[in-house]
């Protein structure tokens, strides 16, 4: 029976390993590599937003007489693209260029149609419509390359 009651003694005095403290300076690091990694990747997503809605307006500009069939879905992809553009300029506090998106989006609104892809003054606009998409990706990448 000793052995039973030492052996019970061994089980209940088990302590778990001791602790190391928190370097708190390892953590900031830490937390500042993921916070620059999803700086990253979040401006990765809003370009190549940025260049599908460039693509679907080009594209639609393009074949101009069988864009008819299509037209809804660069509706769409457009208006989606502005939204976040938009969304993304109002979070930076670029209220000029949230208002630009902000008027394509409504200008594009799939469910709301302003005018029709059918004229020569419509293909204008679809054209000129890509210059803001395109002012962003050029103005995007000037700003970094001076931050750098």
Known sequence: MSALGALQEARGAWEP?????LDEALWQAWVARGRA???????ARLEAVKWVS????????????NIAPYETLVRF??????????????????YAAATVFG???????PFAPV??????????VVVASASPFIASVTW??????RHD
């Open 115 to 124: 005018f029709s892809f059918s004229g020569g003054w419509q293909r204008a």
């Open 54 to 65: 460039i693509a679907a307006l080009v594209a639609a500009a393009g074949p101009w007489s």
């Open 37 to 43: 990694e999803d700086r990253r990747s979040s401006a």
């Open 17 to 21: 390993p001791p602790s190391k403290p």
């Open 140 to 145: 995007r990448n000037a700003r970094t390359e």
């Open 77 to 94: 992809i457009v208006t989606l693209g502005s939204m976040v553009v938009m969304l993304q300029a109002l979070h930076a506090r670029q």
């Open 103 to 109: 008027a394509l989006a409504l200008l594009y609104n």
